[in-house]
């Protein structure tokens, strides 16, 4: 009976050697073989002595199932006196807001930004001690919050929160200041919001103060550009007050570390005002300028690595910008190569429609200038007729420039 009752494993050995061997020796074998290659297995599958711990994920988050009801057993373990009991909360209301119909709920009918600042509040100022991460998490639900309107709203309305934003930010907390930044982002690029923070001034001198702390800094949080961008776009005479121009133009003029990313761009905002314009015809922003668009021309070898300009938008914007001066227009008149370097730069870019559209805005108001405008005429007309537009608005300007040249060429004739 064994003997028969063996025949039933390993079917394909059974029937391949069934005349060579006994089916309880080909088992026998085949259980020997496994039993060989599985303890193989099971070293390769053995965690390194370095590696030997164990995952946080639920031990950091509270026992509660994602509903309707969840929420407001959140807010009352977020009272809770119990250290562990807190951070379990906040951690899972990090993630329980993630959903905007949550974080709406929360913030309107729990009042969530409120009970929020009360604990961060507390932290901050040391009557709580931070066992865990608490003030990153805080942080990372403002940041959610923040994306919001009325969340926005809320946060902005409060002066303690603004404060200790910038306050991270100047001391350079790790992770927390990039958190911060982009809060701050957040808000300001709401227009009803931006409203808020420029009604008081201290927000636009701490955000000053911050960039003026150290001027040779090579690099500071983007979100914290893309917020002095939001605020310098309705108020750049303010900025100018606060020092912003020098600060600007220094590193600029230095050649900081991707000078002609976001500094460019500040600094461009910084010119729609007329005080910019006058410092700017002060400083000979032309030939600063001048000097980084002849920048393909010089010795690569001579620039750092995050010397070299990669994106040239911002420098055609600035360039559009400072010329809306007569000086800087006669100041133009004696760089004959810019309209050349301006050139290069339009027909040569196939991805940025932005781009297109400030060189031949530029040319504009360069040929305001009979000798700049006959240049251009003679030597771009044709490149300008041909120029693949990217987008309507280009075409636009490209089509508006061409038959104002055209329109000189008929009158002049």
């Known amino acids: 009976m064994w003997e028969q009752l063996a025949r039933y494993r390993n079917h394909f050995l059974q029937h391949e050697i069934k005349d060579v061997m006994k089916p309880t020796s080909i088992n026998s074998l085949q259980t020997t073989e496994w039993t060989h290659h599985m303890e193989k297995r099971n070293i390769c599958k053995c965690m390194p002595l370095c590696c030997n711990s164990t995952s946080?994920?639920?031990?950091?988050?509270?026992?509660?199932?994602?509903?309707?009801?969840?929420?407001?057993?959140?807010?009352?373990?977020?009272?809770?006196?119990?250290?562990?009991?807190?951070?379990?909360?906040?951690?899972?209301?990090?993630?329980?807001?993630?959903?905007?119909?949550?974080?709406?709920?929360?913030?309107?009918?729990?009042?969530?930004v409120r009970k929020l600042k009360n604990a961060f509040m507390r932290m901050r100022l040391k009557h709580h001690k931070e066992e865990h991460r608490e003030v990153e998490m805080y942080l990372r639900i403002y940041n959610i919050l923040s994306r919001n309107l009325d969340g926005a709203e809320n946060i902005a309305n409060r002066k303690c929160l603004r404060v200790e934003f910038y306050k991270i930010i100047k001391n350079q907390e790790p992770i927390k200041d990039e958190l911060a930044s982009e809060i701050l982002r957040n808000l300001t690029c709401k227009p009803k919001v931006l409203g808020i923070f420029l009604e008081d001034p201290e927000n636009f001198s701490?955000?000053?103060?911050?960039?003026?702390?150290?001027?040779?800094?090579?690099?500071?949080?983007?979100?914290?550009w893309h917020h002095l961008c939001d605020m310098l776009e309705v108020a750049p005479d303010r900025g100018i007050e606060l020092g912003l121009f020098e600060l600007l133009h220094s590193r600029i003029l230095n050649r900081l570390s991707n000078f002609w990313d976001m500094n460019t761009k500040a600094f461009a905002l910084l010119l729609c005002c007329a005080e910019g314009q006058r410092r700017f015809d002060a400083v000979d922003g032309v030939k600063l300028l001048y000097d980084v668009f002849a920048q393909p021309d010089e010795n690569p070898r001579m620039l750092l690595p995050r010397q070299k300009v990669e994106n040239w938008e911002y420098t055609a914007l600035a360039l559009l910008n400072g010329l809306h001066s007569?000086?800087?227009?006669?100041?133009?008149?004696?760089?004959?190569?810019?309209?050349?370097?301006?050139?290069?730069?339009?027909?040569?870019?196939?991805?940025?429609?932005?781009?297109?559209?400030?060189c031949l805005k530029v040319f504009r108001e360069l040929g305001v200038m009979p000798c700049i405008k006959r240049y251009i005429i003679g030597n771009w007309l044709q490149d300008i007729c041909k120029l693949f537009c990217l987008d309507a608005d280009a075409e636009c300007a490209r089509d508006a420039l061409v038959d104002w040249l055209r329109r000189d060429i008929a009158d002049s004739s």
């Open 326 to 358: 007569k000086r800087a227009l006669w100041r133009s008149r004696e760089f004959t190569q810019l309209p050349c370097y301006v050139g290069r730069l339009m027909t040569s870019t196939t991805d940025n429609p932005r781009l297109q559209i400030y």
């Open 206 to 224: 701490a955000l000053a103060e911050i960039f003026r702390q150290d001027p040779c800094r090579p690099q500071f949080p983007l979100h914290l």
């Open 56 to 112: 946080t994920h639920l031990a950091d988050r509270a026992e509660l199932a994602y509903g309707w009801f969840a929420l407001p057993k959140l807010l009352k373990e977020l009272d809770s006196d119990v250290r562990l009991t807190h951070w379990k909360a906040v951690v899972s209301l990090s993630e329980f807001v993630l959903n905007p119909l949550n974080a709406q709920r929360a913030i309107i009918e729990m009042d969530l």
